[in-house]
């Protein structure tokens, strides 16, 4: 009976080890692994039919709390080159990331900004603000950074990485020109935009609004009672119109400000939702770094009084809400 | 569905885990102490936190002794509120191990605030992280065999148990079942009492730093519930509780690949299906043991006491 069961998990053993199914044949050169949309977009973009890109944090999940799975454990150990958002956007994945790192090259896209100079926003001791794609010219820069750390790893192709970069910079640039013109749309005294957490610094720096979050920087910090009656004070003081929520973080916050600015009169709206940590629908417009950022710029300009063209800059956006 | 190298450790690691908790283990069910890996692994929080704040580092071999230090002590303080205090055993497991939880938790907040000590990140381990650390390399044949650190960790805990078991076995056994007659025998009942606690304390904190506390949990006590449905012989017993154990994990594993992509889900975590696992197997054990099975009873309409109601007839 002993022997008999020993056998049996010795075959055990010896199947589960000889299940080692290699690769499937590759059809592009390299296999590039990102964590959240907009790195993936970017990367996509500047590496063209040189990698295959592999995005791991899907639309609507939020990176500051994202654990990673088995499914990701494989393709990050399967990457010939792992690109991270950094300055903590993907603090549960920050221990991976690391350990990957000393086997291949992994580039933390907004660290590589931080390099250059004093372009991050750094709000507390040594607490750097990771929301860099909210304004499009920081994520000018991440696409020179993409663009430089895969020309590092494959030299060959530099000069090819460099024209794609400069062919997406140039669409990068249309749409800077359009959230700084459909923003400015927006009456002067309601440039106030309050959000489920804090990630819209950037675009608060780069086209001339004052933010404010419910949550801090990460979403792993908790809003106070406290924190949720001065922000509807302020929200009454001002008359602003509209607060919004975020797709990737829940809007249980919001709804209180929106239930406290009306238990004191003031009729405040939900103006929609906005893709902060985590683009659309795969496929979708919405689902690209420029759609996402269409889709937000016009959606705060609309609810904030503004006059943005009805379906965004280019005329893709569903009938947003 | 692909199965790689990972998976394979993966699988190994879980395994192991389930082969080093299911041996304490079986002794926890006989005493009918089962809950102690859970009150073990919240009440450790204090000297883990305490433990952090000496040293400043986390994950750390102090970490891991201030930890076992202090799952030792919630045993003798369950033993003493029991015994001194007249509150069963559960009740008194449940007085300890909350207040010690509690007192790590203030401990956390008031002192370890700005620092990066995220309870989380020491209680809720990873399995599927652990092939990243390894700890060893060596050849066998053309390819290099790359052994993680939890491998190792979870390997010596699982032998340190069975020595334990296997130079302790008559001692252990006697004192589980009757602490007087082992007493008389000259065997100090305590001291078998505690050695038991230390191994769980051990195995415990040594288990969830590296693979999460949800499996440690459910292999301390599962496999060997299941096991006891099926035997009544110790010996038999905890092999049998390894061997299940060791399956729920491949099995677990094997399901958190496949099934989720079924149902249109990217992916779940293993120890979390691992555990429902060995709770799968328990029930198919509880529904066709061959003594105890509810079908077998069924069919043969006589009145067997079940296994849980009282110590098992020694062999």
Known sequence: MYRQLIQTIVLFIVLMGSLHVQAVPKKYPYQAVTTVGMITDIVRNVAGDKADVEGLIGEGIDPHLYKPTRNDLIALKRADIVFYNGLMLEGKMADVLMKIARSKPVYAVTEGIEDEGDYVLNTEAQHFDPHVWMDVSGWIHATRVVAESLSEYDPKNATFYQENANAYITQLKKLDNYAREVLATIPENQRILVTAHDAFNYMGRAYGLQVKGIQGLSTESEAGVRDIEHLVSFLVENKIPAVFVETSVSDKNVRALVEGAGAQGHMLVIGGSLYSDAMGKTGSYEGTYIGMIDHNVTIISRALGGSPPENGMQNKLATAH | ?315
């Open chain 2, 1 to 315: 569905m692909t199965w790689f190298v990972d998976d394979t450790w993966i699988v190994i690691i879980g395994a192991l885990t389930a082969i080093a908790c299911a041996l304490p283990g079986c002794f926890l069910v006989l005493r009918q102490m089962s809950m102690m890996g859970d009150a073990i692994s919240h009440a450790v929080l204090p000297g883990l936190a305490i433990a952090f704040l000496v040293t400043g580092e986390r994950a750390s071999f102090t970490m891991f002794i201030g930890a076992a230090v202090v799952g030792v002590l919630t045993a003798v303080f369950t033993q003493w509120i029991s015994s001194l205090g007249k509150v069963d055993r559960g009740a008194s497991m449940g007085i300890v191990f909350t207040t010690l939880f509690a007192l790590g938790l203030l401990l956390i907040v008031q002192a370890a605030d700005h620092v990066d000590l995220d309870p989380g990140c020491v209680l809720y381990g990873a399995i599927e992280m652990t092939t990243l650390d390894v700890a060893w390399e060596f050849q066998l044949g053309e390819t290099w065999i790359e052994v993680p650190r939890a491998a190792m960790v979870l390997g010596s805990v699982a032998l340190f148990n069975l020595i334990i078991v296997v130079a302790f076995f008559k001692e252990l056994k006697i004192s589980a079942f009757d602490p007087e007659l082992a007493t008389t025998q000259g065997i100090n009942a305590n001291f078998m009492h505690y050695l038991l606690m230390t191994q769980v304390a051990v195995t415990t904190v040594a288990a969830f730093e590296v693979v999460g506390s949800i499996i440690v949990i459910a292999m301390l006590v599962t496999p060997a519930a299941t096991a006891h449905l099926l035997t009544d012989r110790l010996g038999l017993m905890l092999l049998l509780s390894a061997i299940i154990g060791a399956l729920a994990a491949g099995l677990g594993h094997l399901l958190a690949i496949v099934i989720p992509p079924l149902i249109g889900f990217d992916g779940t975590t293993t120890s979390g299906m691992m555990a429902v696992t060995t709770g799968l197997l328990f029930v198919l054990a509880w529904l066709f043991a061959p003594r105890y099975g509810w079908i077998s009873r069924l069919v043969s309409r006589k009145d067997v006491k079940s296994p849980f109601s009282g110590p098992l007839p020694s062999d």
